[in-house]
């Protein structure tokens, strides 16, 4: 989100608000930091996944106790019912952290609202 607040404060409508005189706080505020939201926002769908599995190989290196390994292990002793239920719970925590990514998204910014409003 740092990166990408960089960027935007570079953008030639941030330069304009400055020279019209805003104050910095509502220039940032306003302009650089909404249009940053949406591709925050528009992330938080892999978040979810990635808490629970979190990745196979650094879960398998550092010893933790995440689902990587567990479905690694069922996947090699070739245990379908765990690997599908891990597999399944994954899938459905993804669906969920979408719908969320996409709530937060037409909140934030209101040209991705439902057209057709009178």
């Known amino acids: 989100m740092r990166a990408n607040l960089f960027d935007e404060l570079r953008r030639p409508y941030v330069v304009t608000a400055r020279a019209k005189g805003l104050t910095e ?10 249009a ?12 979810f996944p990635y808490l629970v599995s979190g990745s196979i ?17 069922a996947l090699v002793a070739q245990d379908m019912f765990l690997a599908g239920a891990i597999v399944l719970l994954l899938g459905v925590m993804t669906v969920i952290g979408t719908l969320i990514s996409d709530v937060l998204l037409i909140w934030i910014d209101p040209r991705i609202r439902l057209e057709g409003r009178a």
């Open 25 to 34: 706080k509502h220039v940032v505020l306003k302009y650089p930091v909404r």
């Open 36 to 47: 940053v939201l949406n591709t925050f926002a528009s992330s938080v769908a892999y978040l």
């Open 57 to 73: 190989v650094v879960s398998l290196v550092l010893g933790l106790p995440t689902a990587g390994p567990l479905l690694l292990q």
